[in-house]
Each structure stands twice: as C-alpha cells, then as structure tokens.
C-alpha cells in the first residue's frame, strides 16, 4: 500500500505530473502574493485573529513598500559635472568614488531618504555625478547640502608664536588604535586646569567658528589638507560611552599626519574649512598609521556636525552643476493615482475583451495574467535572497519542463533562460525604482503578455476548427505559437538589454521593468496558462466547442 | 480572405503619402524638442495676491538679459519662465529681480495681514546645461541605432531556412523599412501636435520610440513567422502564400492592438498629464505598427520577390 504510493509520487502518471505542476503554480502566485499584497495579507490575518478569538493565529509577513522615482514621490535631480584636470588619467575612476561617498555622507547627515548618488562617465571622458533627493524640493537647499568644492586646512602654531589667552583645548586628538579607556583617562586628568576657557568653544562649536576666523593668521599652514583625509565618522568611546570623531588618512596623509604630531607634542593643530576653524585638537603623541580619534566633551550633535565638516572637506576633486530638476510630490502623487486608476480600467476592458472573446480560454489568460502582475510588482519589491532563489527556480525549472514537454528546446532558449533567470535572480533581490516611464514599461509588457496568450487561443482555435481533440489542439497551439512569441520577445529583449545599459534615468526604468515583464509574461503564457487549460480539459467541455471560443458547428 | 496582397498598390501608396506628409511636417515645423534636449532653464511660480503679467515680467527681467526668454501664464494661475541660461546663479537673480519689482521684501510691518501680501511661490525650477542635452541627443540616435542593426541581424537569423524564394536577410531589410515608416510617421504626428499644441519632446519621448521600435517589429515578425511556416509546403505561389499568411494572422493582430489600444486608451485619456505625451506616441506607434505589419512589410516581400523575378526573366 506504502509502496503503491510512493510509486505513484515518484514516478506520476501524465495526469499526475499535470496536478503536481498545477500545485507548483498556486504555490507560486501565492508567494507572489504575499510578497507584492503583504500588507494586505497582514489585514487579513489580524482581522481572523480578532474575529475568531485568537484561535487562528496566522504569522504576519514582511511588508515591503515600492521603491518610488523621484518623478513619484518628488524631489531634486542634479547633474553635477567632476572637474579632474588636476587628478592623474589612472587615479580618475577612484577619485570619483571618493566624491561619491563624499557626497553620500554629507547627504546622509541630513537624513534624506534612499539619496542616489551615480558616477556617469559619458564617452567624451566627462565625468558626471547623478544625484538624486527624494523628498528635497528646495533647490537650494539641496545644492548647499551637497556644497561646491570647500577646502579643508590643516594647520600648526608658528615656532614663534606667543602663546595668548586662549591657546589650550580639552579637546585632543590620539591615535585610533590605542586604548580608548586609558587615553580617556589621561583626557580628563590633564584637562582639568584648562576646561573653563575651552567649555564655551564646545558648546557653540558653530559660533566659535566665527569668533576664531581672525586667528586664521595666527596659524602656519602644514602640507596636510582635505585631499589626504579619506574619511571621518562618529563613532562612541567604548568605556563611556561619549561620542569621538575620528578620522582616516590616506597614505600620504598618514605620513604628514605623522610627521605633524610629532612636532606639535603638547600643542594643538587647527583644523580650518574655508578659513573658519572647525577643531583644534591638541596633540598628546605623535600619531602615525593614519587613524585619529578627535575627543572631548561633545555631545552627539556637534560630533556628527565636525564630521559632516571633515567630510566637506575631505572632496577631492571640484564639481559643477550642470543640470538641476525638481519635481513637486503632489504634482507626482496626482499624476500617478489619475494613470493608476485609468490604467486599472484598461485592464479590466482586456480581461472583458478576453472573457468575452475567448470564452473559458480568455477567462484562465485573465487568471493567469493576475499572477503574471503579481510576480512581476514582487520582483520590482526587493525580497530575501532564499525567497528569490525558491521565486526565479520555479519560474525557470517550470519553463524549462514545459518547453520539454513541448519538444521545442533547443540552444536558443537556453541561453535566453540563462539570461533571464539570471537577471531576475538580481532584479529579485534589490527593489526596482518606479518612474512613470517605468510604469509604462510594465503596462507594455502587460500588453504582450496578452499577446502571447491571443497568438496561443488564435492557433489553438485553429486546430480545433480542423477538427483536432481538445488535448491535441492545446498541445499543438502552445508549440505553434512558440516561435513568433519567442522572436517577438526575444527582439524585444534586445532593445530592453540596449535601453537597459546604454540608456538614461528614465530610459533605463522603462527598459528594465519592460525587461522584467516580457520575462515573466513567457512564463505567465507558456507555463501558467497552459497548466491552466490542462487542467480544465474535459470530456465535457471537448462536446463544448462554444466554450473554448469556436462556433458550435463544429461540434464532433 | 481579406484581399490584402493583391490590392498591395493601394496600401503602400497610402503608406508613401503618410510617410511623404510626416517628412513635410517635420521638415516645416521641425520637431519641438524640450528642455530635456536643447538645454535652458523651466521656472514655475505661483505669484499670490497679485495680478499677474507677462509682459510685466518680461520688462522686469530685460536688464538680466537672459537669451529666448519666453514668459507663458498657465491655466493654474502660475507662470512658465523659459530661458536659455542655467546656472544657479541666474536663477538666484531671476527669482530676486522679480522679487523686488512684486515690492516683496521681508520688512513685513508687525501686525499686518499676510494674508493679502504679496509673494512669489517657486513651484519648480529645471535648468539642463546644454552639454547634457547634446549627450541624451546623440545617446539617444546611438541607441536607436544600435537597436535597428540588432533586430536585422537577429531577423537574418531566426529566418535563414526560408531563404527561397527571398533570402532570408531580406525579411530583416523589410522589417527595418516597416520600423522607418512607423518612426517616421510618429514623429510626424509630433512635429504637428509640436506646432499647433505646443507637444513637446522629451527624454519620454525616446523611450516611447523604443518601444514602437519592440512593438513593430514583434508584430512584423508574427506575419513572417506564419510565411516561414507556411512556404515549405508550396501550396500556392509565393504571393498566394504570404497573402494566407496574413489572413490567417490578421485576427491575432487586431486583437493584440485592440488590447494594447485599450491600455493606452484610458491611460491617454483618464490619467495624468505627466504621461500624456509618452502615452500618446505609444498610442501612434502601436496603430501605425499593426498597419504596417499587416499592408506595408508582407506586400513589401512580395514586391521585392517580383522585382527580382523581372529581373531574372529580362
């Protein structure tokens, strides 16, 4: 008895693995489903919990928001150019990089949300920095975020300068890799005379700037500047708890820094950005290796504020602004609801259409085409990478079965599956930015997918006008099909790739959601439709031919 | 059966006079490029509490002397500044000149209503410098170029077992003549829309192009991919079959552009304008690229096949 079963899971009947593979496409939109309706799945699940008591507690699934465009959701798009006349042919790509996370950085401080920043490197050599500020619509607000190129000063007391009222700090600076707990220590302990005069410096840090800015002369300017400083970030002393910016330099900088501290042993170094002074830590040893902490008694904000200081500073190469485009949210919002609504509307004139047209066929196409859009809105969400292994592994395992089944794989197909499946493997995993243009790209797509189950129902009326059985006229109308569905898609596919890498902002959304959706719509008419049709034939619906779209004359 | 190859005369003169009449129109009025392509500057205010002229504002703005400035008040009650500058500096100065001449100042008098005060309210500021527009031009013909050559090459291809009686890079040839004609109309409707509608062209718009691109060609491909099957069998002569070809195609083709129709249908005109543009050269192209799978690219074939057939027997 055992046996039996076992033999009949292994090794189904055609019918058998047709129920199997039915199961493996529900699985499949239900996954989809909770992915892209996760939010309201989660509704529902709370709504049978309350109503029932707590008796049927189902789990709670991660809900994942769209990544919206700026065209969407608002913001600021600037285009600025890099100026590397000054930085060598070799060193250029790297700069860059450094701008980029320069720029990052000082966007990140004021909390931005998913701020783009892209290096574009156009084919005269040019290189552009893309930024774009979702939910920043002051212009010049954003601009002075981003800021042109400031310089950043390193400087040291002259030999013989006389040392004047203010001239010590609580503020210090020491090497990254020492014991924090110990240099704290000495911190508080040789600070202690000195804390009345430096305490207002620290609590205004902003307004010392000023009140400092004619000591500028007072200093001696060393070879260390902006361009040997490769980062500094915020990060908390380990016995305490107080916030220390520290700083990292290249290895120029290292060297310099080295050299520096080991100078000014006992005596503070001054750091000026664009003339105003913005720390003057004293030195306690010399610092070599490259790694400081600056600390003393900061609190988080004026921490964050030197770093975000530092960081301007730090730019190494200057940039212009080319371009600047700003989109109002509500300008966005309304555009998308008034396209979303009226595309909804087209859609449900296809699935009349199809319904009406096709009859029972037209009605699976409309089913299968709601899985088609489920699985495509989940693979523009990003999901867990076991989620879109477990996602692309059906789509491409299905897809290869049934072209088996079909006797139509050859090398083509294998190299376009490969191709697919890797792309939407990586797709899967990182959110996909909604444009409008890229909105339009998954309406397209939806409206091949809807082609290719109308050049699938044409055939497969055809076969059956000609007097073949229901089983025949399927199997014979999806392998038919193949060949103009597959040259159609996969000319398409070549202009999504071409859209895709060669393109711009918008041009590259449109291509990679028509990309996305062209894949899965194969899968929706190939795969899931097909399923869909097998597993509805009947002996009933074989004496039914008005039900499958053709006149009853040809009733056998 | 529809008589579609044998009155060929009839629809490849239709598709010549479309054609010619696009060229005209594009050669008359040109293509009415927007910012995204000719560089310049879109500044959109809203002016409060205060009658709003353009001529007024031109004259406030000469001593700046910004290069084709256009002033153009909107049905929302703001106003549309173009101008050929686009630095940041220029705009700071446009919005301070208009400023000043509004009488707005921050010496707000204690007390007084704000409500009825003067204010400018910048609702949008684009400015594209004019390299960027060069490199999205010429990014864009590259694209478009690259496109044709891989669909010939692609057709050529996926068509070399019927290269009797016409070779097979042949479909890939006519399949690019069906594209131009698809384009080229497209965008003839553009230089007219450009012209009497002020419709202009912007990054979108290349998109959209692209797509009638994939779109054509998938419908042309349809049509010869039921000629390929059909050839082998040598029912009929070469006429003949690529005439039941297209008959036998020709209801999957309505219903496909019908559906796609649909779509874009109600998104033209239900949705929101941002999109209308785009939208509508989708619309165009999708109908111009059933048309022309259907009574341009297989009549095409044939005449091409007849052609070459005079030839042999002279």
């Not at chain 1, 609590?203 to 361009?227: F, H, M, R, V």
């Not at chain 1, 309304?334 to 004139?349: E, K, R």
């Not at chain 2, 091409?304 to 002279?314: A, S």
Request: charged letters at 15%.
């Amino acid at each position: 008895m055992k046996k039996i079963t076992w033999n009949r899971l292994l090794k189904p009947s055609a019918k058998g693995k047709r129920r199997w593979i039915f199961v493996l496409v529900l699985v499949f939109a239900v996954l989809s489903f909770l992915i892209t309706g996760g939010a309201y799945y989660n509704q529902a699940a709370s709504w049978t919990k309350e109503v029932t008591n707590n008796t049927i507690n189902l789990p709670h699934v991660q809900e994942n928001p769209f990544r919206l465009g700026l065209d969407l959701q608002g913001g600021t798009h600037l285009v600025y150019q890099a100026d590397v006349s000054e930085v060598p042919e070799g060193g250029r790509g790297e700069a860059l990089s450094g701008v980029r996370d320069v720029i990052e950085r000082r966007v990140n401080v004021f909390g931005v949300s998913e701020p783009l920043v892209q290096v574009n490197r156009n084919a005269s050599g040019d290189y552009r920095l893309i930024v774009e500020l979702a939910g920043v619509t002051d212009i010049d607000e954003a601009t002075e975020m981003i800021g042109d190129t400031p310089l950043l000063e390193f400087k040291q007391r002259p030999e013989d300068f006389v040392p004047g009222e203010i001239q010590s700090s609580e503020i210090e600076i020491q090497p990254e890799t020492s014991s924090s707990a110990t240099s704290t220590a000495t911190t508080t302990t040789t600070t202690t005379t000195t804390i009345d005069l430096s305490e207002e410096d620290i609590n205004s840090p902003i307004a010392s700037i000023q009140d400092q800015a004619t000591n500028y002369e007072d200093w001696e300017n060393t070879k260390l500047s902006g361009k040997h400083l490769k980062r500094s970030v915020v990060q908390f002393n380990p016995t305490d708890n107080s916030p220390e910016v520290s700083l990292e330099f290249n290895k120029e900088g290292s060297d310099l820094f080295g050299q520096i501290t080991e100078e000014n042993i006992g005596s503070p170094i001054a750091i000026f950005l664009d003339g105003y002074i913005i720390s003057a830590p004293r030195v306690n040893e010399k610092i070599s290796g490259g790694q400081a902490v600056i600390s003393g008694n900061f609190d988080l904000e004026e921490a964050k504020t030197l770093t975000q200081r530092l960081n301007a500073g730090a730019l190494p190469v200057p940039i212009n602004l080319l371009s600047q485009k700003t989109v109002g949210a509500s300008l966005g919002a309304q555009s998308i609801n008034t396209s979303l609504q009226a595309g909804i509307l087209g859609l449900i004139l296809v699935a009349l259409f199809l319904i009406i047209y096709y009859r029972i066929p037209g009605l699976l196409a409309v089913l299968s085409l709601a899985i088609y859009g489920l699985t495509v809105l989940a693979i523009f969400k990003a999901m867990s990478i076991i989620l879109a292994l477990v996602m692309v592994t059906i789509i491409i395992g299905l897809m290869i079965y049934t072209f088996h089944d079909l006797k139509v794989f050859d090398s083509i197909l294998s190299i376009l599956l490969i191709t697919i499946g890797i792309f939407l493997f990586i797709y899967a995993l990182k959110p996909v930015t909604l444009t409008l243009s890229g909105i339009a790209g998954f309406i397209l797509s939806i409206g091949m997918a809807v082609d290719a189950n109308i050049l699938i129902f044409e055939r497969f009326k055809e076969e059956l006008k000609s007097g073949k059985s229901l089983a025949q006229s399927i199997d014979e109308g999806f392998s038919r099909a193949w060949p103009s569905i597959r040259d159609g898609n996969i000319s398409t596919i070549f202009i999504c790739l071409v859209l895709m890498f060669f393109g711009t902002g918008s041009v590259q959304g449109f291509g990679t959601t028509l990309f996305i959706g062209i894949s899965v719509s194969m899968f929706s008419a190939i795969v899931i439709t097909r399923t869909f049709m097998l597993m509805v034939m009947s002996k009933y619906l074989n004496k039914k031919p008005w039900l499958m779209g053709i006149s009853n004359k040809y009733s056998k | 059966m529809y008589k579609i190859i044998p009155l060929r005369k009839i629809w490849l003169s239709f598709s010549a006079v479309l054609v010619t009449l696009s060229i005209i129109a594009i050669a008359v009025w040109g293509l009415n490029f927007g910012l995204d392509f000719t560089g310049g500057s879109l500044l959109e205010l809203k002016i409060h509490n205060q009658e709003v002229d353009a001529v007024q504002i031109k004259e406030a703005l000469a001593p700046l002397k910004l290069s084709s400035l256009v002033v153009q008040p909107t049905e929302n009650d703001t106003v549309l500044l173009r101008f050929q500058n686009s630095t940041e500096d220029i705009h700071k100065e446009v919005v301070g000149v208009l400023e000043s001449s509004y009488g707005i100042n921050d010496n707000n008098v204690e007390g007084e209503d704000l409500g009825s005060q003067a204010s400018i309210e910048e609702l949008r500021f684009d400015a594209v410098g004019p390299s960027i527009g060069e490199e999205l031009k010429s990014k864009s013909i590259n694209a478009i170029i690259l496109v044709l050559i891989i669909i010939v090459i692609y057709i050529s291809l996926v068509f070399k077992k019927v290269s009797k009686p016409v070779a097979s890079w042949k479909y890939g040839i006519i399949a690019i003549i069906a594209l131009f004609h698809d384009i080229v109309i497209t965008l003839g409707v553009f230089a007219v829309l450009g012209e009497f509608m002020n419709l202009e062209i912007n990054t979108p718009f290349v998109a959209a192009i692209l797509t009638v691109l994939g779109y054509s060609v998938n419908d042309t491909i349809v049509v010869f991919d039921r000629i390929r099957e059909n050839l082998p069998k040598q029912l009929d002569n070469f006429a003949k079959t690529v005439n039941r070809s297209v008959n036998q195609t020709v209801t999957r083709s309505i219903n496909t552009s019908t559906t796609t129709l649909l779509v874009l249908l109600s998104i033209l005109f239900l949705g929101g304008n941002s999109i209308k543009e785009f939208i509508l050269a989708l619309a165009i192209g999708a109908l111009i690229g059933t048309y022309s799978s259907i009574f341009l690219a297989s009549p095409l074939l044939v005449v091409w096949n007849d052609f070459v057939n005079k030839k042999i027997k002279d």
